[in-house]
C-alpha cells in the first residue's frame, strides 16, 4: 500500500536524487526492493513519475525517475498532508508527555 508517509518520501528521495535506482530507494527508505518496484510502477501508472533512460550510461537498464508536472502537485499535495498528520500527532505526543508529568507529580507528592 501506497501510504502519504511512504509517497512523501520517495517523490522527496527521487526528487533530490532522480538516478537513484530502486535498490537504492529500498535501502534508503528501509522497504523491500519489491514494494519500491510496486510503489514506483504504481506511480507511474498515475503519471506521477516517468523513467527516461540513461543515452550515455553503460548500464542500459539504468533509468532517471522524473517528477511530471502531476507529480511535482501530487508531491505537494501529498506534503501538506503528511505535514498535518505530523502536527496532530506531534500535539498528541505533547498531551500525553503531560499527562504523564501531571502523574509523577501526583505520585511525588504522595510518597
Do not use: W
Amino acid at each position: 500500500m501506497l501510504t502519504d508517509e511512504l509517497r512523501y518520501k520517495l517523490l522527496k528521495a527521487l526528487e533530490q536524487n532522480p538516478n537513484l535506482s530502486q535498490r537504492q530507494l529500498s535501502k534508503e527508505l528501509g522497504i523491500s526492493l519489491g514494494k519500491v518496484n510496486f510503489c514506483v510502477n504504481a506511480l507511474m501508472d498515475v503519471g506521477v513519475l516517468k523513467a527516461q533512460n540513461f543515452k550515455n550510461s553503460q548500464n542500459k537498464l539504468a533509468y532517471a525517475y522524473v517528477l511530471t508536472p502531476k507529480g511535482i502537485e501530487d508531491k505537494a499535495e501529498v506534503t501538506t498532508r503528511f505535514l498535518h498528520r505530523k502536527l496532530k500527532e506531534y500535539a498528541e505526543i505533547e498531551r500525553e508527555i503531560e499527562h504523564i508529568r501531571e502523574e509523577l507529580s501526583l505520585n511525588r507528592s504522595e510518597a
